[in-house]
């Protein structure tokens, strides 16, 4: 994966993505996504399956386990169902969170 990819809005990605650098997501992924930069996840975006990353921004959905090695940002449209593992943890006014804070 290169220092930055993008995963544009109304693509479709089945399968997992593991990679160097960060990774900006406005699509969908049907898999897990395992970077060792920063994650973005724009408001139209939709994760099935576990993020992890170094700084995690979530905007979009969610359905499993957020890992992030330095923070993770849920902004106000946010919609997480998974756990959240992070040393620091910012949750907007409107997230919605179902799960575990470690």
């Keep these: 994966m290169a220092e ?3 995963i544009g809005q109304g693509t479709v990605v089945r399968g ?3 990679g160097e650098g960060s990774i900006e997501i406005y699509g969908r992924v049907e898999g897990d996504v395992r970077v060792s930069g920063d994650v ?5 975006a939709s994760v099935r399956g576990d993020v992890t990353g170094a700084r995690l921004t ?3 959905t969610v359905i499993g ?10 902004e106000a449209s946010a919609q997480v169902t998974g756990d959240l593992t992070a040393p620091r943890v910012g949750i907007e ?3 919605r969170v ?3 804070l470690r």
């Design 4 to 6: 930055g990819s993008i």
């Design 16 to 18: 997992n993505l593991r």
């Design 40 to 44: 973005t996840l724009g408001e139209q």
């Design 58 to 60: 979530v905007g979009g």
């Design 65 to 74: 386990e957020l890992r992030g090695s330095e923070a993770i940002v849920l």
């Design 93 to 95: 006014e409107g997230a």
């Design 98 to 100: 179902r799960g575990a």
